[in-house]
Structure formats: structure tokens, C-alpha cells
């Protein structure tokens, strides 16, 4: 999958960008300097272990952050060599998709050897790839493509980014296709998917082994709130769905060949996104056939474990927010046609994520109105090593059923 590198500059934290100016003129050597010594990072070995290295010849302390690689944390120091080289070696490392930066006597930067990036909500991220997956790596296979789309909100009153994956094929054939609307998560923008997430080479994987159909992915920007105010909570939630149902789902319908019948639609989405993909789909459930939900579940709705205080509950137990959501959305949770018409309602969590018991109240919730979720606990915690693996298993599972062209 080709993706752009340019624009993402653009979100970057001040101090990140600064940081990598001040990186690369270590990395030339300074003014009339000698040049840097030639190394390499990040370069991964045969045996999948990782080495990250930073020219800074005047830097006192260097940290590696990469919350998603296993052991490394928050805080792990790098050693400086004789020729003013850092370097910290990790692994062995599970293949898939990583983020990192450097910690430069407490300033963040990008690694200014490395071009691959990507977004986040309010940062730029390195990234390294570990081969090694027959799902994630890319392969000699038909390749699909991922375009970011810039399309008006009139919900929102301005300009919106979002990235969509068309399948092999898809430009010179006439087909239409069925749809999934995939949700990335608090801490990140409509990017995630597609790099960390490595959205596009699943599917081309999986399709070419004949384990997913054809379709389209969307992935919509999940913050629509401006400002300093919440990133997330009911006011943005709402604002979110209003764009995706008014602006997202439209603007899909018009310039993409896709089917938009119910049977052929599919949403999705991680923390965050999976609160919204309940949102947005519990209410409207006759557009939506398969909605899958990644380590989440009813946010606000039901209390997580990470030191959040429970929202208060009567004698009963179950939270008043709980019982008011049920109330505002009883003509749909107790409607039995529409049940019949959802294929697939999927959950998975791992069982060190902290949202699980969010997730497992939810799944309780439907069940008492007569669904009949699936539940998915997987090992792992809330990370992306989660969530790439949750997609992989959702897609092969959608529209199977579906005619898939006109």
C-alpha cells in the first residue's frame, strides 16, 4: 500500500517538530561539522529483534518510547557509543506494526533515519515494521489502494479527512461493493487504520487467500469536537455521529460504487470508535448488518477499570446511565425484525484491557433485549497488537451472505 508522508507534518507537536530540525542537523553534522557516522534505524534482525539508534553527539540522556512493544514501557535508555551514536536493541518482537519515538534530554522526536510515520491525535509517531505474519506483512499479492479523501461537513461547518481502501481491482472493474466503516480510538486520527493498523495489506491478504470478500473500507476522523473541549463524552460522540450519518456515509454512497443495502454494510471500531460504532448503529439498526466492536463497548454507559469512578447505580446494581440508554433506545433494542437482520454483532477484549468490564456489561445489556452477541477475550491488553488481530477475524466473517454486485 503507497501511502503520503508529506501532509502529516502538518499535525505534529511543536516540540516534535522542532526536536527532529534539531536531530537532523546533528544527523549532517552541524555547521561545517563532520558528517554523522553511517548507521541504520530502526533494523530489525533475522530473529525479529529491534535496534534504534540516534546520532546526537551532545545529548546527555535518550529514552525509547513504544508503549506497544512488550518490555520496552516508558522508559528505556539508550547507551551512547564513542562515535556519539545511541543505541538500544529489544526483542525478540512479534511481527506487526509498532509506534516509537526518542526522548531527547526530555524533548520528543521522530527518528530522523526513519521516513516511515504515523499520525496519531495530537503527535507524529515513528514506525517499525517486524515481518514474520501471514496477515499483516506485505506480500506478492494484487494490491488494493488507500486514498485520503477530503470531503465538506455541513454537520460540522467545515473540512474533514477521512481514508478509504479500495480492493484489488476495483478501478477498472464495474462492480459495487459492499462497505465496512471502520473507527479508530481516543488517541488517534483517521491515519491510524491504515499505518499502525495496517488495515490495507490485511485485506489484501486475506482476499487474495480467499478468507474476506471484496469491499470497501472507510475510516472516518472520530474527533469532531474543536477546541479545548472533551476529545470524547456524549457532546462529542454526537457530533461524531451527526457528521458520519449526514456527511460520511452520503459522500461514501456518491463518489464510491458501493451497495447500500443493509446486508452489505458493516461497521466497526476500537475504544473509542466502538462506543461510536454502538452509537451510531444501535439507533439505526436497519442500515447496519454486521457491527463489530474492539475492546469497548457502551462508554459512559458502563464503568472501565482504570480508576474511573462507577456511574451511581440503584439498589439493583446496574448504572442509572445504563438504565436511561436502554429507555432512550427501547423501540430498537426490543424490536425482533431488526434482530433478525443482524448478521453479526461481535465482540472481542483482551483479558488485561482495562475496558473490560465496559465490554462485558454491554455484552450482558444486549443479551437481556434478545441479541445474541459473540464474545471474544483475547490475551493481551489495550493495544494495537489487539486490534489488528480483531480486524483480521471481523472481516473474514462479513458478507457472506451478500450478493456483492449489482
Partial sequence: ??????????????????????????????????????????????????????????????????????????????????????????????????????????????????????????????????????????????????????????????????????????????????????????????????????AGFILDNLIAARKARPMIVVMPAGHAARGTGPVTGPNANEQFVDDFVTDVMPYVEKHYRVLTDRANTAIAGLSMGGGQTLQAAIPRLERFAYIGVFSSGLLGVFPSARGATPPPAPAGGVPLAAIEWEKQHAAKLDDARLKRGLRLFWFATGTDDFLMPTTKASVELFKRHGFSPVFVESPGGHTWINWRNYLATFATQLFRNGSGTD
Fill in 1 to 198: 500500500m503507497s501511502k503520503r508522508s508529506g501532509a502529516a507534518v502538518v499535525i505534529a507537536g511543536v516540540l516534535i517538530v522542532a526536536s527532529a530540525a534539531v536531530a537532523a542537523r546533528q544527523e549532517r553534522g552541524g555547521r561545517g561539522g563532520p558528517p554523522a557516522p553511517q548507521f541504520a534505524s530502526p533494523e530489525v534482525d533475522a530473529d525479529r529483534k529491534i535496534a534504534f539508534r540516534i546520532y546526537a553527539p551532545q545529548a546527555d540522556a535518550i529514552r525509547l518510547t513504544a508503549s506497544d512493544i512488550p518490555g520496552v514501557g516508558q522508559n528505556s535508555q539508550l547507551t551512547r557509543g564513542e562515535n556519539g551514536v545511541w543505541q538500544l536493541t529489544v526483542g525478540p518482537v512479534d511481527p506487526g506494526a509498532y509506534r516509537y519515538n526518542f526522548n531527547v534530554d526530555g524533548v520528543a522526536t521522530i527518528d530522523p533515519r526513519n521516513p516511515a510515520i504515523s499520525e496519531s491525535n495530537n503527535n507524529v509517531w515513528s514506525l517499525v515494521y517486524v515481518p514474520g505474519s501471514d496477515l499483516f506483512d506485505t506480500r506478492d499479492v494484487p494490491r488494493g489502494g488507500i486514498a485520503e479523501v477530503t470531503y465538506k461537513s455541513t454537520s460540522l461547518d467545515r473540512f474533514r479527512r477521512m481514508h478509504v481502501y479500495t480492493p484489488p481491482g476495483y478501478e477498472t472493474a464495474r462492480d459495487r461493493y459492499p462497505v465496512l466503516y471502520l473507527l479508530h480510538g481516543a488517541g488517534d486520527n483517521d491515519d491510524a487504520w491504515a499505518s499502525v493498523g495496517r
